[in-house]
T-cell receptor, first 115, second 108 residues
Framework: DAGITQSPRHKVTETGTPVTLRCHQT?????MYWYRQDPGHGLRLIHY???????DKGEVSDGYSVSRSKTEDFLLTLESATSSQTSVYFC??????????????FGDGTRLSIL | ELKVEQNPLFLSMQEGKNYTIYCNYS?????LYWYRQDPGKSLESLFV?????AVKQEGRLMASLDTKARLSTLHITAAVHDLSATYFC????????FGTGTSLTVIP
């Protein structure tokens, strides 16, 4: 299994509070991704990173920011959490975006509830 | 934006039966992935399909890709309870795009 650790695994917080989720990899992969998974929507990309300090937006980036100061760590921040951000968040990694046949590898997910 | 549609969204089938899950996508892509997700778990890669006509098989699952029709199928042969899970397809455009998933329940 790919070495991907997400923390925390579960979190309950209140509307308006800041929340940071962490993804740590031991595979030295260049690309890292944050997805949210909601019923009826599959997985939707929030942000991704293609290198240290290099990030780009996905299809549902509003209300989220990311940072990548080291190859192994990719942080997702909700500056002021809202109830619509209640979801399961998955981190994924890949060696490249499109150039080879390797799939993404996923972490175990973080279940976030915002009351 | 690339759209990926899967059908059916929910599938309940008896053990021993065959069935097919369909994945349609809206624009040209030359690679498609299938994943499995057990309840409360992460996604596990099943197949990577890289070219038109590609076919991959693992146990009771067989995946195929028709890039001209923008269609991939995941065929289940003689289903067993252990195959109960949610199956996702994903297509690569400028990023990875996932289908909404097919929740499969195999009834003994």
């Amino acid at each position: 299994d790919a070495g991907i650790t997400q923390s925390p695994r579960h979190k309950v917080t209140e509307t308006g509070t800041p929340v940071t989720l962490r993804c740590h990899q031991t595979e030295n992969h260049r690309y890292m991704y944050w997805y949210r998974q909601d019923p009826g929507h599959g997985l939707r990309l929030i942000h991704y990173s293609y290198g240290v300090k290099d990030t780009d937006k996905g299809e549902v980036s509003d209300g989220y920011s990311v940072s990548r100061s080291k190859t192994e760590d990719f942080l997702l921040t909700l500056e002021s959490a809202t109830s619509s951000q209640t979801s399961v968040y998955f981190c994924a990694i890949s060696e490249t975006m499109t150039a080879n046949n390797q799939p993404q590898h996923f972490g175990d997910g973080t279940r976030l509830s915002i009351l | 934006e690339l759209k990926v549609e899967q059908n059916p969204l929910f599938l309940s089938m008896q053990e021993g039966k065959n069935y097919t899950i369909y994945c349609n996508y809206s624009t040209t892509s030359d690679r498609l992935y299938w994943y499995r997700q057990d309840p409360g778990k992460s996604l596990e890669s099943l197949f990577v399909l890289l070219s038109n006509g590609a076919v991959k098989q693992e146990g009771r699952l067989m995946a195929s890709l028709d890039t001209k029709a923008r269609l991939s199928t995941l065929h289940i042969t003689a289903a067993v309870h252990d195959l109960s899970a949610t199956y996702f397809c994903a297509v690569v455009g400028n990023q990875f795009y996932f289908g909404t998933g097919t929740s499969l329940t195999v009834i003994p």
